[in-house]
């Protein structure tokens, strides 16, 4: 059960029953051809469509201060996500928490050993709809100082009308759903593989921001 906080006050609960990570959802497919180059050189494999929806354990979607990880070598991904509720659709910052060294076997596999970290606060969709593409994300990692590692704007992605167009056309879209939208490209030089991450959504017209921000533990090795 995740509950979000909305700006008049009212406070919304929500019982994930169906988790979705949208994956190559940018919105200029051009750039994700490029992008899917350079994942194959580096042995991960190309998806066979995009973009594409990855379905992940509902469990994984949490509202936390804190990730485990198993070794060093896991980071976060700036996101929007949608909280389908049995009355509306809801939209909160997300922060895809990603296995890097299982990458190279399955993307599927890499974001179903790690959690979707998700914000406590919400903005209505539709209060928000109108300048989807203005909303802004930006991402930060900390390695010994906070250092910005991803910055840009919702246009970048794919918006949340289409992929609710996807649920329809599915028989996906449920109460209970939660989506996350993919991510913005890193910045090059930053160390992804940092010991906290912090996303933030913001909206320019209100000055409102959505955040969320969580340590990475790692855990001792195996006892034998």
């Given at each position: 059960?995740?509950?979000?906080?909305?700006?008049?006050g009212?406070?919304?609960g929500?019982?994930?029953?169906q988790?979705?990570n949208?994956g190559?959802?940018?919105?200029?497919?051009?750039?994700?051809?490029?992008?899917?180059?350079?994942?194959?050189?580096?042995?991960i494999p190309?998806?066979?469509?995009t973009?594409?929806?990855?379905?992940?354990?509902?469990?994984?979607?949490?509202?936390?201060?804190?990730?485990?990880?198993?070794?060093?070598?896991?980071?976060g991904?700036?996101?929007?996500?949608?909280?389908?509720?049995?009355?509306?659709?809801?939209?909160?910052?997300?922060?895809?928490?990603?296995?890097r060294?299982?990458?190279?076997h399955?993307?599927?596999?890499?974001?179903?050993?790690?959690?979707?970290?998700?914000?406590?606060?919400?903005?209505?969709?539709?209060?928000?709809?109108?300048?989807?593409d203005?909303?802004?994300l930006?991402?930060?990692?900390?390695?010994?100082e906070w250092?910005?590692?991803?910055?840009?704007?919702?246009?970048?992605?794919?918006?949340?009308?289409?992929?609710?167009?996807?649920?329809?056309?599915?028989?996906?879209?449920?109460?209970g759903?939660v989506?996350?939208?993919g991510?913005?490209p890193?910045?090059?030089?930053v160390?992804?593989?940092?010991d906290?991450?912090?996303?933030?959504?913001?909206?320019?017209?209100?000055?409102?921001?959505?955040?969320?921000?969580?340590?990475?533990?790692?855990?001792?090795?195996?006892?034998?």
């Amino acid at each position: 059960m995740l509950h979000f906080s909305l700006p008049d006050g009212q406070r919304v609960g929500v019982d994930v029953r169906q988790l979705l990570n949208a994956g190559f959802a940018g919105r200029s497919q051009d750039n994700v051809a490029e992008h899917v180059a350079e994942l194959v050189a580096m042995g991960i494999p190309a998806p066979t469509k995009t973009p594409c929806l990855y379905p992940i354990a509902p469990f994984l979607a949490v509202q936390s201060g804190e990730v485990y990880a198993q070794h060093g070598r896991t980071s976060g991904e700036a996101e929007w996500a949608i909280v389908i509720t049995r009355d509306e659709v809801l939209l909160t910052v997300a922060c895809d928490h990603t296995d890097r060294d299982l990458e190279v076997h399955g993307v599927a596999w890499s974001k179903q050993a790690a959690p979707d970290m998700l914000g406590r606060q919400a903005w209505r969709l539709s209060d928000v709809a109108d300048r989807i593409d203005d909303l802004t994300l930006t991402a930060w990692v900390r390695n010994g100082e906070w250092t910005e590692i991803q910055s840009g704007t919702c246009g970048e992605l794919l918006p949340p009308e289409y992929w609710i167009d996807v649920l329809h056309a599915q028989k996906l879209y449920a109460p209970g759903t939660v989506l996350l939208s993919g991510t913005i490209p890193m910045k090059k030089g930053v160390d992804q593989f940092a010991d906290a991450w912090r996303v933030e959504l913001g909206d320019p017209l209100t000055g409102r921001t959505i955040s969320t921000e969580y340590h990475v533990r790692l855990l001792p090795d195996p006892i034998a």
